[in-house]
């Protein structure tokens, strides 16, 4: 008779829920929960970890969104620079002095 070593956490009763699980699944619910799986990761952390993660994860999406609007300024800028003809003078050749 042999004995069966399971990871830490993990027991036959466990493993025959899991076997179970995806023995029974249809092909669209298995291809759904690989949809969703590419979108987001789930993670077990330390609690004492959490904090840290968590302002990881601020510090990540506020450098987005500042990334993503300069991107945005950048193109709209671009957009009108496009729009310009070249025969327009500069404003310092049509008599007007910046300042």
């Not at 979108?39 to 450098?63: D, N």
């Amino acid at each position: 008779m042999t004995t069966e070593k399971y990871p830490r956490g993990w027991n036959e009763p466990r493993v025959r829920r899991v076997l179970e699980y995806y023995e029974t699944q249809t092909d669209e619910e298995a291809a759904a929960e690989i949809e969703a799986g590419s979108k987001s990761t789930t993670m077990e952390v330390p609690a004492a970890l959490v904090p840290a993660v968590r302002a990881l994860i601020a510090k990540r999406k506020k450098a987005r969104t500042r990334a993503t609007k300069t991107h945005n300024k950048l193109r709209i800028l671009a957009a009108r620079g496009r729009k310009q003809t070249k025969s327009r003078r500069p404003t310092a050749r049509r008599g007007k002095i910046r300042g």
